[in-house]
């Protein structure tokens, strides 16, 4: 797991923010050459595979101000300090579409862009999806609209580029795979 | 495209680096709120599903800084400034495998991180390799060892995670469906 290791010689945090921090690595290149790596650390997220009684997907589209458009992805959200995965897999699933479930199971874990970020996503799927009497509350920044598609629907919307994030594209291919 | 629109009331660049760079949005949000967004701007990348004769896989092992580890991936790399992502494709599937092609197909392009960042990774399927005689050279910075594996040993190196990234996960459910 260390092949090619880069050993910090020296970290300089860069920034510090809600979200994401920032900092410049200078390392020791496996030749004993030096460079910069700017990271950025962030809590970790986890995304839902969501499916309901007729095998349909539940999708929420939100605006992504680093994209400047409103995109259509599973449901998802940042690991709050302490908090289990499934925690917020259970959590996100409850304030994004309206539905909870107990039946949450672990799909796979993948950092989003290693090459600089440390960010990992955990993605369960729920199944046996009921819904709330009353509904969770979103965080006051966030604004979503909740759908239901079929995975050809989802598809469509993967060539039309109204789908078009990781963990989404991921979550389409792993349905398709299941039928 | 423009749901939920959060409007840039005004934009703080914080840190510009040889790969990315991190702004603070103040934005107004949809209730007339506002609220900060913390954003990664990053060149783009490529990454290419490259698949030998005998139906197997070339991943790349590479030490990455941000996860202080080093993972398998499938090839890929930063979009170098006005270069089309079919040419970035190539390139990088001869400098980290020593293999070249003709035959470059488009399969999906998606954001990594859309929550923070404006990184869209373009995926290609290369078949019809053949090696170069003479290999292309790894930036400086870059060291990587290449292997061959089939699906199913792919789907191993998912399974104790040394495969643990968006791009190689989707890649290798992409290739299960095509089997």
């Given amino acids: 797991m260390n092949k090619f290791e880069e050993r910090t010689i020296q970290s300089t945090p ?3 923010g809600k979200v994401i ?40 589209e939100q605006y992504r101000k680093a994209l400047e458009r409103s995109i259509i992805e599973i449901p998802a959200g940042k690991l709050e300090k302490g908090e289990m995965p499934i925690m917020t897999a259970r959590r996100e699933l409850e304030e994004e579409t309206g539905y909870t479930t ?52 989802a598809e469509a919307m993967v060539a039309d580029e109204r789908i078009y994030d990781a963990k989404t594209a991921f979550a389409i291919l792993w349905m398709k795979l299941q039928q």
């Fill in 14 to 16: 860069i920034f510090n």
């Fill in 21 to 60: 921090s920032l900092k410049v690595d200078d390392v020791t290149l496996p030749n004993g050459a030096t460079s910069k790596r700017e990271i950025i650390n962030h809590p970790g997220a986890v995304a839902v595979i969501a499916i309901t009684e007729d095998n349909k997907l539940l999708l929420v």
């Fill in 102 to 153: 107990d039946d949450l199971t672990f799909v796979q874990a993948f950092a989003t862009s290693p090459g600089f970020a440390d960010e990992i996503i955990h993605i369960y799927v729920a199944k046996n999806l009921t819904k709330l009497e009353v509904a969770a509350e979103l965080d006051e920044d966030e604004f979503v609209e909740l759908m239901e598609v079929t995975v050809q629907e």
